[in-house]
């Protein structure tokens, strides 16, 4: 069994909706070249399920996903390394 990376879209989920104390319930599946450009320019995004938000905050290891982008992302076709 191999391992293969999907090219355009990131594994690092972003954050969008936020509880009181502003710690994001969700983050959301987005392509990873749009990452830091929305960081920086406040532009928005589009995540796998479909939401448009600008990058706020990244997430940390263990954090709650977007089911509706999980979902998405695990039925994605793997892909390949950009060498």
Not at 53 to 65: D, N, Q
């Amino acid at each position: 069994m191999s391992t293969a990376t999907l090219p355009d879209v990131d594994t690092r989920p972003e954050g969008t909706e936020s509880t009181d104390d502003d710690a994001p319930e969700v983050f959301h599946y987005v392509q990873k070249n749009k990452i830091a450009e929305s960081a920086v320019t406040g532009t928005h995004v589009v995540a796998l399920c479909g939401q448009v938000f600008p990058v706020t905050k990244s997430a940390k290891p263990g954090s709650p996903v977007c089911p509706d982008c999980k979902k998405v992302f695990e039925g994605l076709p793997p892909g390949g390394d950009d060498e």
